[in-house]
């Protein structure tokens, strides 16, 4: 038996793009030979569909795009994700179903029994769990065919106060008494970058355990926030990975079922360094907010700080230089030296740029409010209205000539709000937003890997906002290693106050940068969509009460 | 028996606040000679605590809290609701609890068997439904103990595609196999204008369905978006609402139990009127707003339109006119008289307001953009930046004199995009983001119920964003009847494009309408919380993808 397995790019509710993809995968496999072509969880709306699952219109339109997909299974059977309709009476409107096409209908129907409902997901929000189970036979082959979390029931979650059993059910287990003899997996998988490895053992863990070849099949692609890597795995009977489709790429690939019978020890290839998978992922992030939102510019403001370089040299990278727009927005507090490096920036880069002088409307400004403020003395009023003309420039150059502003926060600063809403905050797109200020130094070391982009002076200088003389971060916040470590541990670990000082951190530095955070909800919930890279990154992740006291 | 019922307005994560407002109740039913005091769902954390549920720290607070009030309750019983650990192996980390307290202990609990998982509603993201019920026997009387949606189980869901029971299992009729002489419902329902009737059919539903009295308890007052109504009810065993306590207010109500048993067919108690509810709404959604995040004062652009003046006046019935500062912000575009209606109406209002002109900062913007702009025709940048400018005033305003901006843009605009991001949709909260502008003019006129505080001449003049010269909202939008016709279809109901045109709307305007409503969720992803007076209001109860096709 041949399977071809299609890891793609689909665009939320975008029927057409994801019919023509499936359909243009099927046709190559078919010319390969296969006989059977598998496809990603819910391929046919592309993930994360969210509520347009509440439109009676959108889930209409996926049961005749799965239609118009089984017409073209001629010789070939294939397998797609599909929201379809809850016909019992009781339950959820919709099942989350991997639907096997062959010959103009659908043969089987699979339906996933595990919904992800914490972090970015939301699917009991849609979907009713199945809790039968059943086995599809196919070239007298018994197949298990499971849904993305279906297989994770063994998966120690964080936030589960330790708990390792987040479900009560366990399909592999359930299926197992069928005693199948191949293992797929419809995944819409987004990547983390701790979470890499975690994955494949997850997915060589079920074929070790039940001695049975595994398929994992996932997309690959942006959808807002959401990053999925690919990595779409083929797994032998005795654990090995066989193959990895590339990390954010497409990738159609056809092999033997037979070959996944073999016992080898031949060792798992090795997995890409993490810096390079987050730099691919952010890449592929811009580039799919861009494509698929219809728009091909993108403006941002340049400080000649190492935020909006790094920023820049993803956008050149993902949207080429000719696409991009550097404003570089001086005030009376930016040092000749950051001026300097921000157009050495830009020229290294290649962008063309434009030096705005803030000054005239920061005057104008003071001018109006001079009348109101009575003589009080300048304090971080002043350093707000200089970051929100700059974001009046930004969004003028972006409305007038229809580029989108690519916002250049990291997670560090967006923690503990160091950052100025309706300024520096603004933008269609957080682009460094779940990087921690640390991480950023690693990514500008990586992008410099081969000559120097970003300019020596970027990379050394201490950080500075320079919305004031001779300001430095440090003034408010702790080093950023320091901080750095402390969010970490509170944001994507959420480890109680008490555990994080024991692993030596200040006592008054945890309690009073928690603070920070807590008090600044307020501030992210207004923030633009965060490429997400993490296991928990701000936006809908993560749902945090902005009147509240904790 | 004694019962008393608290109806109080709790604030999310504040535990010394929820535990003194609970201690205190239990107090004053022990004076009235109460035997059973019952409190609101999750009312030691206040609702809805969202990811702070994540945090072990925070449920051992809860944990700690209801030992603390079990220490009050001597003499007495009480229940209250809380989070719990859920020992079991298996299953999320949580249960969503009704605790019976007495004499130091625990001595009963009821845990959530229906977590509603849509809207604003993600419990099953913390909660593992119980599948097991159970009865509490007290002073000879077997009472059955129900959280919030556990009785909400024969509910029609405008967005699951007709389908009435949205889940497998029905608590009432598990719970009515016990014969319980009394059903309880610890509840957290917020306020939505077309349900307040509905709402009442629920209850009174399931005591004439069980033959049962029926005692429901709500929580009163805002935390964030969301507002909670109160009007708890006690039914009797024949469905009719003995008693409902006030809207939007805390009460503590004592009764004979023995009064529930009599059949009586008294009339319920009159609904207030439907404007009068959601002016109630939006004044204790500003009031806890600010009361719980320690802010008393507010600052908003007043432009002589009707949304700023109708926002000036909930403000200032909400906290006081001393405490609302009103900027008036002419532009070269805005007519004299609109001018005269903002400085009118903020004298009718009794509120201290300074008149700042725009044209300075935006002269000195024009000057700065001119190189880069080249000539090219003025157009939605330079209205864009008119708004912003407004913003950066405003923000001055609140960063210098520590003066929360309130929003004022409606539902209406929010849909369709018509506002400027970081310009007239930057605030810290949105006070009429949920009131379609219809109602808008409905709350007008009921403010003048008494006498003229908003001029005549702002109701009668035509809508208007005066950013250029004789600029009308009719020039890009439909009529508002017409235009909030389709919205309510659309967004609430989520009804299909064909059923709308089939009630007789243009088919072009439907169409037209839709697609500026989807491809501005960019915009509204970065609008402040929003009060939530609907069924289906913009911001975390509606999820829509940013970059998808639709």
């Not at 790094?310 to 991009?324: H, Q, R, Y």
């Not at 430095?472 to 109680?496: A, C, F, N, W």
């Amino acid at each position: 038996m041949k399977i071809t397995i299609a890891q793609l790019n689909y665009h939320v509710g975008n029927f057409e793009r994801n019919s023509f993809l499936i359909k243009q995968a099927i046709k190559k496999a078919s010319d390969e030979g296969a006989d059977l072509v598998i496809f990603s969880e819910l391929c046919i709306t592309g993930y994360p569909p969210l509520d347009l699952l509440d439109h009676a219109d959108f889930v209409k339109k996926c049961d005749e795009t799965v239609k118009e997909i089984a017409s073209c299974c001629r010789g070939i059977t294939a397998i797609v994700g599909s929201p379809i309709i809850n016909t019992r009476p009781e339950g959820k409107k919709l099942f989350n179903a991997a639907l096997v096409l062959s010959e103009g209908g659908i043969i089987f129907e699979a339906r996933k029994a595990l919904l992800p409902t914490y972090d970015i997901f939301d699917e009991y929000r849609y979907f009713e769990p199945e809790r039968n189970f059943g086995i599809f036979e196919f070239k007298g082959k018994k197949i298990a065919i499971t849904i993305c979390e279906d297989l994770w029931d063994e998966q120690p979650f964080p936030n589960e106060f330790e708990k390792t059993r987040l479900y009560t059910v366990s399909p592999a287990e359930e299926l197992a008494k069928f005693n199948p003899e191949l293992l797929i997996n419809l995944s819409a998988s987004p990547f983390s970058y701790t979470r890499t490895g975690a994955k494949r053992k997850i997915f060589t863990g079920k074929a070790s355990k039940y001695n049975i070849p595994v398929i994992m099949v996932n997309q690959t692609g942006a959808n807002t926030e959401l990053i999925f890597d690919g990595g779409s795995m083929v797994i032998s009977k005795n654990g090995r990975i066989i193959r990895q489709l590339p990390f954010f790429e497409e990738a159609v690939y056809t092999f033997d079922y037979e070959d996944l019978l073999s016992v080898t020890d031949e060792a798992d290839p090795p997995l890409p360094d993490q810096i390079e998978l987050i730099y691919k992922a952010l890449i592929t992030g811009i580039k799919d907010y861009f494509g698929k939102s219809g728009f091909s510019k993108a403006v941002l403001g340049l400080s000649g700080g190492i935020d909006s370089a790094t920023v820049l040299c993803l956008a050149v990278e993902a949207l080429g230089a000719e696409n991009v727009k550097a404003l570089i927005l001086p005030s009376r507090y930016t040092p000749a030296r950051s001026l300097d490096d921000a157009v050495k920036m830009a020229q290294n880069a290649g962008v063309s740029y434009e030096v705005i002088s803030i000054e005239k409307p920061f005057m104008a400004f003071e001018e109006v409010l001079k009348p109101i403020f009575r003589g009080l003395p300048p304090d971080v009023t002043e350093e707000n209205i200089q970051a929100r003309i700059r974001a009046v420039l930004l969004m003028a150059y972006s409305n007038k000539f229809g580029h989108i502003l690519l916002n250049t926060s990291n997670k560090s600063e967006a923690a503990v709000g160091y950052g100025t809403l309706y300024g520096d905050m603004a933008g269609g797109l957080s682009v460094i937003g779940d990087v921690y200020k640390t991480d950023i130094y690693r990514l500008a070391k990586y992008i410099n890997r081969n000559s120097e982009v970003i300019p020596e002076s970027i990379l050394t200088k201490p950080p500075s906002a320079e919305l004031r003389p001779d300001q430095l971060d440090t003034d408010s916040l702790p080093e950023y290693p320091v901080l750095d470590g402390i969010l970490y541990r509170y944001i994507e670990k959420q480890m109680p106050v008490s555990s994080i000082i024991a692993e030596g951190f200040d006592a008054e530095t945890v309690l009073k940068t928690i603070r920070m955070i807590n008090s600044n909800e307020y501030k992210r919930y207004q923030a633009p969509p965060i490429l997400r890279i993490s296991q928990k990154a701000f936006g809908y992740g993560r749902r945090m009460p902005i009147v509240a006291k904790y």
